[in-house]
């Protein structure tokens, strides 16, 4: 049979099953049955007068979750066989989590329900998703499913014309076109029927964004053609459309993402939808999809470090958002093992500290079970949570330091079509970390996120950004014009705003050897490095060719007032020095001259380098801080796991705030802080800080 029949086939398939069903399919052991109206109340009631289940909570007021998955593939032979109704009964009256995803469909392409529009496993024993709609519904938690989109091997099996192909001409194995008939043959009916078949409350889509790639297939080629003109396709960065080709396909992913998005949508409104990683920092542009919330899972071993950026960035969208944990990692060259509830609650604490959900991921056994350990650990992580979600969820930032992230520097850099793998952010997570470890509140933005929004922030942290989207750099030039600050952190931004420094740039930036002068003695600081004359600036940072400052010295870094504002200048990779090193000698380079720009914070906190704060304000409209413990967090290869966080203190805090405040109390166990009010400022101290706690101000 032609690829073409199969899938006039598998449409013809879905239309019959949709009306088949018309509310609810439950499959057992491959055999299909439908539920009679006192089947269904029998499995929404398990006693006589018990009462109605309430609905799941809409994922924009979702906080705490779970997620599971397997990607069944063609070896499974034994899916569901040791699923039970005791099991999973006891994770959930454990935990109480607001939703779960489960396993649908992984990367291999393999469903793991007796799908009839694609390709089921060949082993379902027992149809999971069945029981746990039915166990979810009776507790009113939500169900969604985990389901691989682009990235689908099986789909390019039995349909190659549907694969990607690379530049040389050979179809990729795994990654599908969005060119091609994959997302309206196989993904859109395939999640209408499953949909359908289990009443699901929505769809996390994985292998999406991250997983599209350049596409040179014919269908492909033909659309460039009529987008751009050019008969042949760029190959590399020489070509001069190559920033082109790649924009072409970012505009074609979102296209796609779309379509499919709007006609789940139109089958089902209430469905909510989500496709990983799409407008975060792996892809930093307006929102177009209606996407319902926003989500990614982040690193396994860099978990800690990348929640750090990655919730910063998702609080700033305006959107519903989470971010996925694994409840797992591995040390180099061994196999998964399980974190500790302490591990997962300093991670935790990253993602509640700026106002989102938090949900973990495992994986049950290929058999369905979920081991006791993983239910015990997961009902601590909970409770941690929940002790906090009254003054976390959905809190807002209190405005104080702005750091860019460019998403047009971004774009040029980045050869894949999403998704920042290859160092792009390695200023952005190096300067983040030095103005966290200074003990600033810090909220990342791109272009589009902050302009029109400048004024709201007394500081802006430009990372070394080598190209900004012009209008916005004007508007900065206006920021500082009006009584802005503006930190530049590099070369590159730095000649970005010449007209700006007080200094002019002398020849080209060139590759020497630097040793910079800081509190702590010199710091090893070579790279590539802009020489300046001062003209109005004035000096405040220096580097030397050695160790030696008897003689070489060389302006490092400017202070210049422009109109009302003020511009502080690092005319080399200081940025991504630090993130290279975090060694304390640069921070404090850094931080003085932060200080100089930037001496009245709202909030100032003597506290060791590893204690992050956010300023936020809670649902209620209270100022809170939050502090963070990320003594010990997991360096990966090395200390994968940790069981232990050492305690931190005594914190001495100090709060600029327009009035006196009737009281400050210390969460979550609400207990009432000693303070003093001096000048305009509340000067608290709390003896230690554990893993996470937040100050409130009444």
Not at 195 to 210: K, N
Request: hydrophobic letters at 40%; proline letters at 7%; glycine letters at 8%.
């Amino acid at each position: 049979m032609t690829d073409r029949k199969k899938s006039s086939r598998h449409i013809a398939l879905v239309a019959i099953i949709t009306v088949i069903i018309s509310g609810a399919i439950l499959f057992s052991n491959g055999a299909c049955r439908k539920e009679t109206s006192e089947q269904t109340a029998t499995t929404s009631a398990t006693a006589e007068n018990q009462a109605t289940p309430e609905k799941p909570r809409p994922r924009r007021e979702s906080f705490f979750g779970l997620h599971f998955d397997l990607h069944p593939n063609a070896s499974d032979t034994e899916l569901g066989a040791d699923l039970s109704e005791e099991n999973i009964a006891a994770l959930l009256d454990r935990v109480r989590p607001d939703f779960v995803q489960y396993d649908c469909k992984g990367h291999p392409g393999y469903a793991g329900y007796p799908t009839r529009v694609g390709w089921a496993a060949p082993g379902i024993v027992q149809d999971s998703l069945a029981l746990w709609r039915r166990l979810t519904r009776e507790r009113g938690i939500g169900l969604y499913i985990h389901y691989s989109g682009v990235w689908d091997s099986k789909a390019i099996e039995e349909h190659p014309d549907w694969a990607r192909v690379d530049a040389s001409g050979k179809r990729d194995p795994n990654a599908t076109s969005v060119f091609g008939p994959y997302v309206d043959e196989l993904l859109i009916p395939q999640l209408k029927e499953v949909v359908t078949a289990y009443d699901l409350d929505g769809v996390w889509a994985d292998g999406e964004c991250w997983a599209a790639q350049l596409d040179y297939s014919p269908r492909a080629l033909r659309a460039w053609r009529e987008f751009s003109g050019r008969s042949d396709a760029p190959k590399d960065r020489t070509d001069p459309d190559w920033l082109r080709w790649k924009m072409f396909h970012r505009q074609a992913f979102e296209k796609y993402l779309v379509h499919w998005v709007d006609a789940l949508h139109a089958f089902r409104p209430e469905l909510q939808l989500t496709s990983n990683w799409m407008y975060t920092t792996f892809a930093p542009k307006p929102i177009v999809a209606r996407l319902d919330f926003l989500s990614g899972d982040y690193s396994p071993s860099l978990s800690v470090d990348r929640a750090r950026t990655e919730a910063r960035y998702l609080a700033s969208t305006g959107m519903p958002w989470d971010l996925m944990a694994w409840g797992f990692d591995r040390g180099q060259g061994q196999g998964w093992s399980l974190k500790t509830p302490v591990h997962l609650q300093q991670e935790a604490a990253v993602v509640l500290m700026q106002g989102g959900g938090f949900q973990v991921y495992h994986t049950p056994t290929r058999r369905g079970f979920i081991i006791p350990t993983i239910i015990d650990q997961l009902g601590q992580v909970a409770n941690f949570c929940r002790a906090r979600q009254e003054l976390s969820f959905k809190s807002v930032s209190v405005p104080q330091v702005a750091l860019l992230l460019s998403e047009t520097s971004l774009w040029d850099r980045m050869d894949r079509v999403f998704s920042p793998w290859a160092g792009e952010y390695e200023e952005l997570e190096g300067a983040l970390h030095t103005l966290l470890e200074l003990h600033y509140s810090v909220d990342i933005l791109a272009e589009h996120q902050l302009s029109g929004r400048l004024a709201k922030y007394p500081v802006l942290v430009i990372p070394d950004a080598h190209r900004l989207d012009p209008a916005f750099q004007e508007e900065v030039v206006k920021y500082v014009q009006n009584g802005g600050r503006l930190v530049l952190l590099g070369e590159k931004c730095a000649r970005l705003f010449e007209p700006l420094l007080g200094v002019r740039l002398v020849g080209e930036p060139r590759q020497v050897a630097a040793e910079l002068e800081t509190p702590l003695g010199p710091m090893a600081a070579s790279g590539v490095w802009q020489d300046v004359e001062i003209t109005t600036a004035k000096p405040v940072g220096f580097r030397y060719p050695t160790r030696d400052f008897r003689r070489g010295q060389t302006v490092a870094a400017t202070l210049a007032d422009f109109g009302q504002g003020k511009v502080a200048a690092v005319f080399g990779p200081v940025a991504q020095a630090f993130y290279r090193s975090h060694h304390p000698a640069l921070r404090l380079f850094i931080g003085q001259l932060v200080e100089k720009i930037f001496p009245d914070p709202v909030v100032r906190v003597e506290a060791p380098p590893t204690v992050d704060i956010a300023l936020r304000r809670a649902k209620d409209g209270r100022l809170t801080l939050h502090l963070l413990n990320r003594t010990g967090f997991p360096v990966p290869d090395r200390y994968s796991f940790i069981d232990a966080i050492p305690e931190v203190g005594p914190i001495r805090i100090s709060l600029n705030l327009p009035a006196r405040p009737k009281a400050i109390t210390w969460h979550p166990d609400g207990t009432r802080l000693r303070w003093k009010w001096e000048k305009g400022r509340a000067v608290i101290e709390i003896p230690s800080l554990h893993i996470h706690g937040i100050i409130a101000v009444d």
